[in-house]
C-alpha cells in the first residue's frame, strides 16, 4: 500500500474554503484515491474518491495532480460540522479494496 | 435502511473472559469488515469478508476470530480477551469493488 503524508492539524474560519493536502508518492497507477472523514464518537464515513481526473460531489471536490503523487481535498464552504478527522487513503486494487487508514488531518473549524 | 448495526455499543470485559461482537447491514453488501481503533490511532483491518463464505485475515488478526453467518451478517469473537485488545471496534461493509465503505457507530471494549 501507498503510504501518506498528512499535516497532523489544520484549522479553518466558519463558512470559508478548507484545502486539505495528501502526499501520496508511491502510488500505484491503479490505486483510487479515497478520503474519509471521522466525526468525533463515530464511525468513518466516505467523503469522494478518484483515479486521475478532479472530481466534485455534493460533500466536497477532490483535486488530484497530474503525476498522482498529492492530492487536496477542498471543502467549499466549511461549516461546524465539518469538524472531524480527514484520512487520505490509496486504495490498492482488488476484489476485497481494503482500506488502510493512517493518522489523518485533524481539522478544527472556528466559529 | 438502518446502514450497519453494531452490538453491544459498550461492554466491559475481565482479562481472559470471551464475548462476541455482532455486525448486521441490510444493504445487501457482498463485503464486510472488522477495524479496530486505539486512542488517537487510524483504523486498523482486524479480519475482512470479501463474499459470502470468506474470511481473510488482515493487519492484527491475532486474538481474534471471525464468522460471516450469512449475507447480512458478520461476526467477532474475542475467544481470552486481554488488556490489548481495549479499543474501539467498527464492522463496515461494502457492496463492489469500487463502491466506499460503510461503517457502523462501533462497539467500544474495555477489558481489565
Known amino acids: 500500500d501507498a503510504k501518506t503524508t498528512q499535516p497532523n492539524s489544520m484549522e479553518s474560519n466558519e463558512e470559508e474554503p478548507v484545502h486539505l493536502p495528501c502526499n501520496h508518492s508511491?502510488?500505484?497507477?491503479?490505486?483510487?484515491i479515497h478520503w474519509y472523514r471521522q466525526l468525533p464518537s463515530q464511525g468513518p464515513e466516505y467523503v469522494i474518491h478518484?483515479?486521475?481526473s478532479n472530481v466534485n460531489n455534493r460533500m466536497a471536490s477532490l483535486a488530484i495532480a497530474e503525476d498522482r503523487k498529492s492530492s487536496t481535498l477542498i471543502l467549499h464552504r466549511a461549516t461546524l460540522r465539518d469538524a472531524a478527522v480527514y484520512y487520505c487513503?490509496?486504495?490498492?486494487?482488488?476484489?476485497?479494496?481494503?482500506?488502510?487508514f493512517g493518522s489523518g488531518t485533524q481539522l478544527t473549524v472556528l466559529p | 435502511n438502518a446502514g450497519v448495526t453494531q452490538t453491544p455499543k459498550f461492554q466491559v470485559l475481565k482479562t481472559g473472559q470471551s464475548m462476541t461482537l455482532q455486525c448486521a447491514q441490510d444493504?445487501?453488501?457482498?463485503?464486510m469488515y472488522w477495524y479496530r481503533q486505539d486512542p488517537g490511532m487510524g483504523l486498523r483491518l482486524i479480519y475482512y469478508s470479501a463474499s459470502e463464505g470468506t474470511t481473510d485475515k488482515g493487519e492484527v488478526p491475532n486474538g481474534y476470530n471471525v464468522s460471516r453467518l450469512n449475507k447480512r451478517e458478520f461476526s467477532l469473537r474475542l475467544e481470552s480477551a486481554a488488556p490489548s485488545q481495549t479499543s474501539v471496534y467498527f464492522c463496515?461493509?461494502?457492496?463492489?469493488?469500487?463502491?466506499?465503505?460503510?461503517f457502523g457507530p462501533g462497539t467500544r471494549l474495555t477489558v481489565l
Open positions: 478518484g483515479l486521475t
Open positions: 487513503i490509496p486504495a490498492s486494487s482488488g476484489s476485497a479494496r481494503q482500506l488502510t
Open positions: 463496515a461493509s461494502r457492496w463492489g469493488e469500487y463502491n466506499e465503505q460503510f
Open positions: 444493504m445487501n453488501h457482498n463485503s
Open positions: 508511491t502510488i500505484s497507477g491503479t490505486d483510487y
